[in-house]
């Protein structure tokens, strides 16, 4: 199957038709369609379905080789540190944004992007595609080394508020979102083998309440239109090959560590996507200068619609060219 195959199979199914016609809906709507608390609620349930699928699994794959597991994560950890100060390096040689935007904008595509990971999932389920538990451990983890490189360009670059340093860290590890995760990874592995009743209870209502939460995605990228259109030409090339560069070092991990094709998948999606939830938060404590006009429609606007439109498939044909042999 080809990549324009692969990309109107993962455009023809019911989460990104919902967050196709979410942008649609934003022509004709100027604010998001589900009210703040219940896009929390139904943000938090997604994130714990997709802990407490990965949790059994996850048990079972670090019982049986724990160092191959701390190997892998602690490899894309450091590229999560790394990762910032590339993209800032990129952002000061071809765009003219300024130093604290730029540090805020790098800060974003270190990180991952949750949504993505589960469209990316979604994918993979469509396409009867197995992987293994273990990465979903690594989705909670990841989010944080990027706001860490962050500080430190910001601090660098004496922009930062040092004060505010503690408590950006405080609801950096008890973040909503990582203690969903982490909860649904704690009692997935706890009860997912024993009760696989309520397993299934969990896979069957994912699927709806993730279309409902893509449609309220659309409409969300749908207003940021207006801010995209001020963009250079360079600004927007950056949410483009940013990703492609983090995919590149994703699969090249998952295929030295020889993994399989749909966990390498997974992995180039965690290192291509860029946050515009928790570190857009964090950026705008200890980085107020920053344009949030710019780092926000750059994470949301333009790498969330190519990864999840277009990454995912092409991440997913180039893991089974290079891993099938794993």
Aim: hydrophobic fraction near 55%; charged fraction near 10%.
């Amino acid at each position: 199957m080809g990549l324009f195959d692969l990309v109107l199979k993962n455009l023809f199914n019911a989460p990104l038709l919902c967050f196709v016609a979410g942008v649609g809906i934003a022509f004709f709507r100027n604010k998001q369609l589900l009210p703040g608390k219940i896009y929390r609620l139904l943000t938090m349930y997604i994130l714990f379905c997709i802990g407490f699928k990965g949790g059994a699994p996850l048990v079972h794959y670090f019982g049986v080789n724990p160092w191959f597991f701390m190997g892998v994560l602690g490899s894309l950890v450091l590229w999560g540190f790394l990762q910032p100060f590339l993209s800032f390096y990129l952002l000061k040689i071809f765009t003219r944004i300024d130093t604290t935007t730029a540090a805020a904008v790098s800060a974003c595509f270190g990180s991952i992007s949750v949504m993505t990971f589960v469209a990316a999932v979604t994918f993979l389920e469509v396409l009867q595609i197995p992987y293994q538990g273990l990465v979903v451990a690594m989705l909670a983890i990841m989010e944080m080394p990027a706001i860490i490189s962050g500080l430190v360009l910001a601090r660098f670059y004496r922009e930062a508020r040092p004060s505010n340093f503690g408590h950006l860290f405080m609801e950096i590890f008890f973040n909503p979102a990582i203690l969903a995760i982490v909860g649904g990874l704690i009692l997935g592995g706890l009860l997912g083998d024993r009760f696989p009743a309520i397993s299934q209870a969990f896979t069957t209502s994912f699927l709806p309440f993730l279309c409902l939460f893509l449609l309220d995605m659309g409409v969300l990228v749908g207003l940021h239109r207006s801010s995209l259109r001020s963009f250079s030409w360079s600004l927007s090339l950056f949410g483009l090959y940013m990703p492609l560069i983090g995919a590149f070092v994703g699969l090249s991990l998952s295929s030295m560590f020889g993994l399989d094709v749909g966990t390498g998948t997974l992995i180039a999606v965690l290192a291509a996507s860029a946050s515009y939830i928790a570190v857009p938060a964090a950026m705008k404590i200890v980085l107020p200068q920053a344009e949030e006009a710019i780092y926000l429609p750059l994470s949301l606007g333009i790498a969330f619609p190519f990864n999840v439109v277009v990454g995912i498939p092409l991440y997913y044909l180039v893991a089974s060219k290079l891993l099938s042999f794993n």
